[in-house]
């Protein structure tokens, strides 16, 4: 791995540093940040959309992507394709990551859930197809300065972010500008991803121990001491090979399992009827037509969607590689274990807290049966409860809504 490089520990401090500041006082602090950090990176992929399809080749770009081919269509057949599209779906919505739950906690109780997840759906891919125009339009010039196919020039991974688009920069009209606004937006996009993931291990850590709730801040800046000493792996000459491995293994495989896992035990073991009553509480109105489309959703297409990924992603596994060198490098097979373990992590928890889950339980001397481990506690239920009305502890009734 080599030694350190003092510049990249350095931007690695000052990254966490900003992240503990902002989550000192938990959301209070933070939702003022995020208003920045959210909105900015589109006014930039504006200004750089604007700039780019201005430049010798932007259209020959935005043709290739837009335009399908045959050999484009024959690549839907690969699963690693559907596979990589799953991911950077998990990715860039945050599924299984928890902050979706630790953000939407911070709502009002009756605060519209389905309006505002079929929205971030929407904005998510509305986003990524719309950068997509300003990626491709300055790969366009630069295959045109190059003189050479598109296909050639077409980079992925942190090559396209930290190579390719900057050497594309530089070609252009006052380079500092474009390089300022690039890279800002980049540190934004980074920051606010770290803001979601670190408020949601310590909003995890404060609801498992909650005597820690008084010290907000000194549990966001353990936190962020943490991720700083766990990143110093990746600050080394070496340490763009460490990110590829974690980028290839860490949240691939187990992240769809934790997808899996969530949507069995939410529909199945909760139950469908259970959620429709929940949201009724909620004093949410939904039509029937949209009842039915979540249902076979939930119980149906994202299940089985997600259990074929998972399975034809070991059958057509692919041992991890790094393409920041001149020749595909494969990584050894020690390297590939320790990859393979990092991916076990999510799901040693999965399988270690069921058997903790029972013994507590019996120490405690609850019932052990099935249907009780599978049973919402008594405390399950709003906080928030309208007009002073408490809602029976235990399980919500059973409702026929559809």
């Not at 029972?358 to 008594?378: A, F, I, N, Q, V």
Request: proline letters at 4%; a neutral charge; hydrophobic letters at 50%.
């Amino acid at each position: 791995m080599g030694g350190l490089k003092w510049d990249l520990v350095l931007c690695l401090a000052a990254a966490w540093t900003i992240v503990s500041l902002a989550l000192v006082k938990g959301v209070q602090s933070s939702g003022k940040v995020v208003y920045f950090t959210a909105l900015f990176p589109y006014l930039v992929l504006v200004i750089l959309l604007i700039r780019g399809v201005t430049l010798d080749g932007a259209y020959e770009g935005i043709i290739f992507y837009i335009y399908p081919t045959a050999d484009k269509i024959s690549k839907l057949q690969s699963i690693e394709v559907w596979a990589a599209a799953a991911t950077q779906i998990f990715y860039s919505l945050g599924t299984s990551f928890g902050g979706l739950l630790t953000m939407a906690s911070y709502n009002r109780f009756n605060n519209n859930c389905f309006r505002d997840s079929i929205l971030i759906a929407f904005i998510n891919c509305a986003t990524s197809i719309f950068a997509g125009f300003v990626i491709f339009s300055i790969i366009g010039f630069m295959a045109k300065q190059a003189d050479l196919p598109i296909e050639e020039v077409i980079k992925g991974g942190p090559g396209l972010v930290f190579i390719a688009y900057p050497e594309a920069v530089t070609q252009m009209p006052v380079p500092q500008l474009w390089s300022f606004l690039f890279f800002s937006m980049i540190i934004t996009l980074g920051l606010d991803s770290m803001f979601t993931l670190t408020e949601t291990i310590t909003t995890a850590i404060m609801d498992q121990f909650p005597m820690l709730r008084n010290h907000k801040g000194k549990v966001a800046i353990c936190s962020g001491l943490t991720g700083f000493f766990l990143g110093l792996t990746m600050c080394t000459k070496g340490g763009i090979f460490m990110f590829e491995l974690i980028d290839w293994y860490a949240a691939a495989w187990s992240l769809l399992i934790c997808g899996i896992t969530e949507v069995i035990i939410t529909v199945y073991v909760y139950g469908h009827r259970n959620i429709f009553v929940n949201i009724q509480e909620m004093e949410i109105n939904l039509p029937k037509a949209m009842k039915y489309y979540f249902l076979t959703t939930w119980k149906v297409l994202t299940p089985l969607s997600l259990i074929f990924i998972l399975l034809l992603k070991f059958v057509d596994y692919i041992p991890a590689y790094s393409t920041n060198t001149q020749e595909k490098y494969v990584f050894p097979d020690a390297v590939q274990c320790l990859g393979w373990a990092m991916s076990l992590v999510p799901v040693v928890f999965l399988i270690v807290g069921a058997p903790l889950e029972y013994y507590k339980r019996k120490s405690e001397g609850k019932s052990t049966d099935m249907l009780s481990l599978l049973s919402p506690s008594d405390e399950w239920g709003p906080s928030f409860v309208k007009n002073g009305v408490k809602k029976p502890a235990g399980q919500p009734e059973l409702v026929e809504l559809l």
